[in-house]
């Protein structure tokens, strides 16, 4: 029994993680329909801006607040990562509206190029990022210990989904949101500047990475090609999930963190990948446009 | 089919196709052995161009997997090789890995029409399976470009993962013979550049007839408007499979083809990246023309193999910056540049503000 609940928290774990680079994905994608590959940069720029920000801490900070720094961190991260997003929107994104594939290869360009960049800055190992002293040790419940790192990380993708909520069902950038995701045109005849949105929510979803780059620096080392071995897993999520509302995204990343976690201890890494995959491919046939999908009398959408 | 009269421009096209297929065939007598084998490497990816070229700038879905293709292609001909190289023994690796029994579905590669049988059909009948559980569903666009990336993590981390079936990481590799001819003397490699000249030429010569078909008109009215085609009565699920077969036997072959001319095939050589760099030949030559695919990919390459050797990391950020520009400027690619400039010149000529045909937006 413990061994279950030791794999289902697991299991939930990698699903915080996939969420919190999904949750990106799955905006950018429903309002845009752009494939930015680039996401898994972003991450990358995430995490090497904790890195920096752990590094002027220990430098320029007395030892005593060290501790403090990854509190620093994740809002700094996040206002890197929009910035990156807003300035990869205006600069590339937007010519390519429309045409989703192109902008699936455009980006993965733009993500090749940022990883050398960040190989010639920061060098091609790895590099460490030391956890604050506060996220040591786990919370013990019987014979289970549930580390604080990860229990921090679910915490973090709950705050995030909360404030992710909020803003896009319950304030007014929100609902202008999603009325350009919902009639493009409409929103547009009814005084919206689509573009200004356009450009905010994939900042916001470029935004969303940083946090999400940050995260992943409790979990191991981190180098240039870290965003390259979660975004494939996290757009799986975005299929699964379906595009439009968040639910879907929740959903996804659950489904396939949790039966990733188990198909894994059952069976060995590679054959639980496979199973994972073929679960996916036959829930499609079930539901071919994901968990939740946007109602429409389009056609072609 | 009526006969078409042959006007001077065709004629001066077919001249330079058979001028290019005969440059080819005597490239052995001026090239040295190591610039051949480059160049049948080269040829071989050109293949798999053609092939992803059909898929994509033809039929309009973009698959990220062929990578996967070209490597299940590359690993059947490596397994015969292996099993020539082991002598009836059992391969090396399987020793390390400290199996004392041949698994049972290598036994067969012992064949070479098998080996040969199986590097075509075996990514075809995958392409197939993976084709109709989506193509049935219409999950395509970029919902498609995804699962066959995943295809590609998966296969490859199986691959990592099964060392002891498939030689893990470090692939199959030290083979020497091909039909008791030995795979490293300069005659052998020649002979078997001409097989890879005449599979390339085959294989154009085969995608040529399929895309001038009422086949290939259906593929390119399937790009333009899928949901037309379905009404006019079509089923586009079938000829999409079939379109997606077809891409993946031709990766297939280039597999083995390459296989033979590099010697080794590995996880690596059919990962993500390699995958989308085949995306990016087709997309640089042009899609949507097939001479366009295939001078994408043998350039390419070369460019490649010249810059990215003594500077790897400039090559990196240079492919990057293909792609968006590519992607940005030239979404038809070199091919689709000279069709530009001609219409710009004929629109400034008759100076009427007709624009030609826009590439639809897939």
Redesign the interface.
């Known amino acids: 029994m413990d061994v279950i609940i030791l794999q289902l928290f697991n299991g939930i774990s990698v699903s915080s993680i996939l969420l919190l680079i999904a949750l990106g994905l799955s905006i950018t994608?429903g309002l845009m329909?752009v494939?930015n590959m680039a996401h898994g940069e972003l991450i990358m720029i995430g995490a090497y801006t904790a890195y920096v920000v752990q590094n002027l801490f220990a430098d320029y900070m007395p030892a005593s607040m060290f501790g403090w720094y990854f509190a620093i961190a994740i809002p700094v991260s996040f206002i890197v990562a929009f910035i990156f997003g807003l300035v990869l929107e205006m600069g590339?994104i937007r010519?390519?509206y429309?045409?989703?594939?192109?902008?699936?290869?455009?980006t993965?360009?733009?993500?090749?190029?940022l990883?050398?960049l960040a190989?010639?800055v920061f060098g091609a190992p790895n590099v460490g990022v030391k956890s604050p002293a506060w996220l040591d040790g786990g919370l013990t419940v019987g014979d289970n210990v549930f580390p604080y790192k990860r229990l921090f990380i679910i915490g973090l993708v709950l705050v995030c989904l909360f404030v992710m909520y909020l803003y896009i069902y319950r304030s007014h950038p929100g609902r202008r949101m999603r009325a350009v995701m919902q009639n493009r045109e409409m929103a547009a005849c009814l005084g919206i500047s689509t573009r200004r949105v356009d450009a905010v929510t994939f900042a916001i979803g470029s935004g969303i990475a940083g946090i999400a780059g940050c995260a992943l620096t409790l979990i191991g080392p981190i180098g240039p090609a870290i965003g390259?071995y979660y975004i494939?897993d996290a757009?799986?999520v975005?299929?699964l999930g379906g595009v439009g509302k968040l639910v879907g995204t929740v959903f996804g990343a659950l489904g396939i963190g949790i039966s990733n976690t188990l198909f894994e201890y059952w069976t060995?890494?590679?054959?639980g990948?496979?199973l994972v995959?073929l679960c996916?491919?036959a829930f499609?046939?079930w539901k071919?446009?994901g968990f939740v999908a946007m109602r429409s009398r389009s056609?072609?959408n | 089919m009526p006969i078409r009269k042959l006007s001077a421009q065709r004629l001066w096209l077919l001249a330079a196709y058979v001028a290019a297929a005969a440059v080819l065939f005597c490239a052995p007598l001026v090239l040295s052995d190591f610039r051949l084998n480059l160049l049948a490497k080269f040829l071989a990816y050109a293949i798999v161009a053609l092939g992803l070229d059909l898929i994509w700038g033809y039929t309009g879905i973009?698959s990220l997997g062929h990578g996967v293709f070209f490597g299940l292609g590359g690993y059947a001909m490596a397994m015969y090789l292996k099993m020539q190289a082991s002598g009836g023994k059992l391969p090396d690796f399987m020793d390390w890995s400290g199996l004392t029994k041949l698994p049972w579905f290598w036994k067969p590669f012992e064949f070479l029409p098998f080996a040969i049988a199986a590097g075509i059909l075996l990514p075809a009948i995958l392409a197939l399976i993976?084709g109709y559980?989506?193509f049935r569903?219409?999950?395509r666009?970029?919902?498609f470009?995804?699962?066959t990336?995943?295809?590609v993590?998966?296969t490859t981390?199986?691959f990592?993962?099964?060392q002891a079936y498939t030689g893990g990481t470090n692939g199959l590799t030290g083979y020497s013979k091909l039909f008791g001819y030995s795979l490293g003397s300069p005659e052998t490699k020649r002979w078997l550049y001409w097989v890879t000249v005449a599979a390339l030429i085959g294989a154009y010569l085969l995608c040529r007839v399929l895309v001038k078909s009422r086949f290939g008109k259906v593929l390119r009215a399937i790009r333009d408007g899928?949901?037309r085609v379905r009404f006019i009565g079509y089923n586009p699920a079938i000829y999409q499979m079939v379109a997606f077969a077809f891409s993946a036997a031709l990766a297939g072959l280039a597999g083995m083809l390459f296989v033979l001319h590099v010697g080794i095939i590995s996880p690596s050589m059919m990962g993500?990246v390699p995958s989308?760099e085949m995306?990016?030949w087709v997309?640089i030559g042009g899609r949507g023309t097939l001479v366009g695919a295939v001078l994408g990919a043998v350039l390419l390459n070369y460019a490649k193999s010249t810059f990215s050797e003594s500077y790897p990391?400039i090559w990196?950020?240079f492919?990057?910056?293909?792609?968006?520009v590519?992607?940005?400027f030239l979404?038809k690619g070199a091919a689709g540049l000279f069709g530009q400039l001609k219409r710009l010149r004929r629109r400034r000529a008759s100076n009427e503000g007709a624009d030609g045909v826009r590439y639809p937006?897939?």
């Open positions: 994608f329909k494939i590339l010519f390519l429309g045409r989703p594939l192109d902008s699936l290869l455009a993965w360009g733009v993500g090749l190029m990883q050398q190989r010639s390259t494939v757009f799986m975005v299929v060995t890494a590679s054959l990948k496979v995959f996916i491919v499609l046939q071919p446009s056609l072609d | 973009l993976l559980f989506t569903n219409r999950i666009g970029v919902y470009t995804i699962l990336q995943a295809l993590i998966i981390t199986l990592i993962g099964q899928e949901n993500i989308i995306v990016l997309a990391n990196i950020v492919m990057g910056a293909l792609f968006v590519v992607v940005v979404p937006a897939v």
